[in-house]
């Protein structure tokens, strides 16, 4: 099932596996599945990917050796929150592309979903196992400049009532 999403998010920017010119800057902003345990990126791409505070003891020893392992030699991984790292990585002159959320069921805090404002990426990839943090969050989002494309609900967990939504956004 992981996998199934990480083909939605390759098809929301109607990539292929080796070719992903589209992207200079991809944050990975994940709770959950992290990109550098997939073949998504390549060197052309310039990936930082946010390890949760939560996770940090060897944490980022292993997301490094996943990285190595899938031949990623492009990611960068930053201890902290989305919404800090975001700000860091503006003040440093980076310009993200793309930005990718999965947040937990409450979904996005204020301030992360400001900092992506501020951050003005053409794309938000933004993952959620909550319809009702999706629309509050999609709702902000709309307010400061994005357009809500492409949404893919995926069953991966059968024979519950969760859901998880993979939903596209542009900035308008």
Do not use: W
């Not at 010119?21 to 310039?46: H, R, S």
């Not at 997301?63 to 190595?68: F, I, L, M, P």
């Not at 709702?139 to 939504?165: N, W």
């Amino acid at each position: 099932m992981i996998s199934e999403l990480t083909e939605l998010i390759y098809l929301c920017f109607q990539l292929e596996k080796d070719q992903n010119q589209l992207i200079n800057f991809l944050f990975d902003a994940l709770e959950g599945t992290e990109f550098t345990e997939n073949e998504m990126v390549n060197g052309d791409c310039k990936v930082y990917e946010k390890i949760p505070l939560s996770k940090y003891r060897g944490y980022t020893k292993a997301e490094k050796e996943n990285a190595k392992e899938n031949k990623i030699y492009n990611a960068e991984f930053l201890v902290g929150t989305a919404e800090e790292k975001i700000q860091e990585l503006l003040d440093q002159g980076v310009k993200p592309d793309t930005i990718v959320v999965d947040p937990p069921r409450k979904g996005c805090d204020i301030k992360l979903l400001e900092a992506i404002a501020q951050a003005k990426p053409k794309n938000v990839v933004y993952i959620s196992c909550d319809p009702s943090t999706l629309a509050r969050d999609l709702k902000i989002l709309t307010e400061k400049g994005f357009k809500a494309g492409k949404i893919q609900p995926v069953d991966m967990f059968p024979h519950t009532p969760h859901i998880e939504c993979v939903v596209k956004l542009k900035r308008k």
